[in-house]
């Protein structure tokens, strides 16, 4: 997936085809900084880089944009990824506004069969 951020919701977020628990929940449209937001928050909490952190001050200057996406995966449900709508009022995360399930791409059975 590349560079991303982390996000953890206030609430428990369920998968909307079997109800099973969704941790771990992922997005790009921030800083893509291995940031962990955390709703009710108006900057990161902390940053997972290790060695290419950046000091809090300055991470502490950026902010989600004022609708963003969140993705999971539910592993009964392995055809789906599970899509959160997000928003954010004078800067902090107030709200998941929706999830949903969107369908995953099929790679061709012909690119896992060669000799």
């Not at 929940?25 to 893509?32: F, L, P, R």
Request: with cysteine.
């Amino acid at each position: 997936m590349g560079m991303f951020d982390w996000y953890i919701p206030d609430s428990d977020l369920n998968c909307p085809n079997c109800g099973s628990l969704l941790e771990d929940w992922q997005g790009k449209d921030a800083a893509c900084a291995l940031f962990v937001w955390k709703q009710g928050f108006k900057y990161p909490i902390e940053q997972k880089g290790n060695d290419c952190n950046i000091d809090i001050d300055k991470r502490n200057k950026f902010r989600l944009p004022e609708f963003f996406k969140i993705y999971n995966h539910c592993d009964m449900c392995d055809d789906y990824r599970i899509v959160a709508d997000c928003k954010t009022e004078n800067e902090v995360w107030v709200e998941v506004i929706e999830i949903r399930l969107e369908k995953r791409q099929k790679l061709p059975k012909k690119w896992f069969n060669q000799a």
